[in-house]
């Protein structure tokens, strides 16, 4: 199942046109009502999408008793999890935990072990020992992160008393036109500039690891050879900081901001923040996509990137790429700005894509200082 993407119908769905008959010919001519309804429905709060972005216990004002979110950072039910346990703690309707795990979805399998410790403690704290005080670590910090680091570093937790965390320091980064994040009060008006790549929606920029549903492909992955190709070709650009003076434990949810223009009608941006080692490798952490319509004059989108939990050492750099597609993980823009895209059977033109830097910020990186 988790394979079949290789399989040449596979192959072949993914580059036809339109995108209504697309499980038609995965299904021996049969149409598939969940799909049907989910690509006509493209709005996040429409009616298809509304009731199941909810997780079922909170649609309703019923006690929860006792619940214990899991999952990973790159688990493609992580944002939606993250917003349910909000939900879940602000409701005031029961005992409420939050763990999250440095893997994608399918690679759950490798921490059973965690997975049944946390469970089976809170089990145990709930059914056998819900007198405890609040002064122990299980009530005082229901919140335990696994934080993303380098693989030489052992692995370790952060504790914390509510998601997002309290007590952090913002850290804002700007782009430039010559390829570096500095920091926004370094920033200067030699700086800025237009920096410019392409899409071509017949050749859409792929992507490497996330939060995507192939078991192949997702998860946190070295982006070397993805920079070095797609910058070759055009289709992606990048920003890189200066090595961090100190170690610096990022954690929080990430934005991008820019101002952005396109020759197509629509346009899609992808901001990817990564973390670069010592050595120049360069890993994903947390990704985003934003598409804009009417794209031919200039537009400020802000990109959410989701969330993170990231120990950035000394010595180490973070990098954002920039581009316009993650195929197949996100639908391709089709360049010709029609909204209807299940009946779409049309490619526009290749695309170039404008940033102007002197509004282009990574926002809502969060330092995170240790007094939650």
């Known amino acids: 199942f988790f394979f079949m993407r290789e399989a040449p119908p ?10 209504e008959y697309v499980d038609r010919l995965l299904l021996n001519g049969q149409p598939l009502e969940v799909y049907q309804k989910a690509i006509r429905d493209t709005d996040v709060d429409g009616e298809f999408w509304k009731h199941r972005n909810v997780l079922c216990d909170l649609r309703t004002d019923t006690p929860l008793g006792g619940i214990h979110f899991v999952g990973g950072w790159y688990d493609f039910f992580l944002r939606q999890m993250l917003k349910d346990y909000t939900k879940a703690k602000a ?40 007198g405890r005080k609040a002064t122990d670590r299980d009530q005082a910090y229901p919140v335990t992160l696994e934080i993303i680091q380098s693989r030489e570093d052992s692995i370790s937790y952060l504790h914390l008393t509510d998601w997002p965390p309290r007590d952090t320091v913002p850290m804002n980064l700007v782009m430039t036109s010559n390829g570096r994040l500095v920091d926004e009060k370094a920033a200067t008006h030699q700086e800025e500039g237009v920096v410019r790549y392409h899409y071509d929606p017949r050749a859409p920029t792929p992507a490497v690891g996330g939060t995507t549903f192939n078991a192949k492909n997702c998860g946190e992955k070295l982006q070397d050879d993805f920079e070095r190709e797609r910058l070759a070709n055009g289709d992606l650009v990048v ?28 346009v899609d941006i992808v901001c990817r923040l990564c973390r670069v080692d010592r050595k120049g490798h360069s890993y994903n952490l947390c990704d985003g996509l934003e598409r804009l319509w009417d ?3 200039a537009h400020t989108v802000e990109v959410d990137l989701g969330p993170t939990c990231v120990l950035i050492r000394k010595g180490e750099r973070v990098r954002l790429q920039v581009t316009s597609a993650a195929y197949p993980r996100w639908l391709r823009n089709f360049n010709t700005g029609n909204r209807d895209i299940a009946r779409e059977t049309e490619l526009g033109p290749v695309a170039e894509q404008q940033i102007p830097m002197s509004r282009a910020v990574v926002n809502d990186l969060a330092e995170y200082k240790g007094r939650d």
């Open 295 to 297: 794209a031919g004059s």
């Open 91 to 130: 409701s005031g309707r029961g005992d409420v935990r939050l763990t999250v795990g440095k893997f994608a979805h399918w690679q759950l399998f490798k921490y059973v072990p965690l997975y049944t410790r946390t469970v089976m403690d809170f089990y145990d704290h709930y059914f056998a020992a819900r």
């Open 10 to 19: 596979f192959r072949r769905a993914y580059w036809s046109l339109p995108l």
């Open 239 to 266: 920003f890189t900081s200066p090595p961090f003076e100190t170690d610096s434990l990022i954690v929080g949810n990430v934005k991008c901001r820019a101002t952005v223009k396109s020759s197509a009608q629509s």
